[in-house]
């Protein structure tokens, strides 16, 4: 598992087309005045940057394509402003999906966070209906993760950020069923 948070490049490097994208999307809200609010005189900047850093996520791993990326605990934690086991708590509830990979670790795809942080809304419901037992957490990770028609060519994710929480609910209970027919 390789974090791009604690590699260290040259000054001589060029930025990678992904980070220069970042660094101009980020220069053109900071023109829009976006960021106004916490730029004042007296702002630490390099405390600003270490949040924004933050909410990055930092662990690469062969699934990225399907569902991630992903934090670990230590850099969710830090994004949300929570403690570690805040993490841990709200994974047992079922709050948030956490994956165990290869090393025992535990990994937290990014796409059930909103801009802010803020967890998918009603995800416990659907985890309930898709994976009573918690037995398959990265099948329900896919299953959130993947277009479907049925939610207009988006994500189930999506749908619930978007607060169409019946038709995901409908949908996890026919996967449901349908994985339990199968078994």
């Given amino acids: 598992m390789e974090s791009?948070?604690?590699?260290?490049?040259s000054a001589a490097e060029e930025l990678s087309p992904a980070e220069s994208a970042l660094l101009?999307?980020?220069?053109?809200?900071?023109r829009l005045g976006e960021a106004d609010a916490a730029l004042t005189d007296t702002a630490d900047v390099d405390a600003l940057a270490e949040r924004m850093l933050a909410a990055l996520p930092t662990v690469k791993?062969?699934?990225?394509?399907?569902?991630?990326?992903?934090?670990?605990?230590?850099?969710?934690?830090?994004w949300r402003g929570v403690t570690r086991q805040a993490i841990h708590k709200a994974t047992q509830k079922r709050d948030l999906i956490g994956l165990k990979i290869g090393d025992g670790t535990r990994v937290f795809?990014?796409?059930?966070f909103g801009r802010t942080g803020t967890p998918l809304p009603h995800l416990r419901d659907v985890l309930d209906l898709i994976d009573r037992d918690a037995i398959d957490p990265w099948g329900s990770a896919l299953w959130l993760n993947t277009v479907a028609d049925e939610f207009g060519g988006t994500t189930a994710a999506q749908a619930l950020r978007d607060g169409r929480v019946e038709p995901v609910l409908i949908a996890?209970?026919?996967a449901a069923h349908a994985w339990h027919a199968d078994a």
Avoid at 24 to 30: F, H, N, P, V
């Fill in 4 to 9: 791009t948070l604690h590699r260290t490049r």
């Fill in 24 to 30: 101009q999307a980020l220069t053109e809200r900071i």
């Fill in 61 to 78: 791993h062969e699934t990225d394509a399907l569902i991630g990326p992903f934090y670990d605990t230590a850099s969710l934690a830090n």
């Fill in 109 to 112: 795809p990014a796409f059930q």
């Fill in 172 to 174: 996890a209970r026919r």
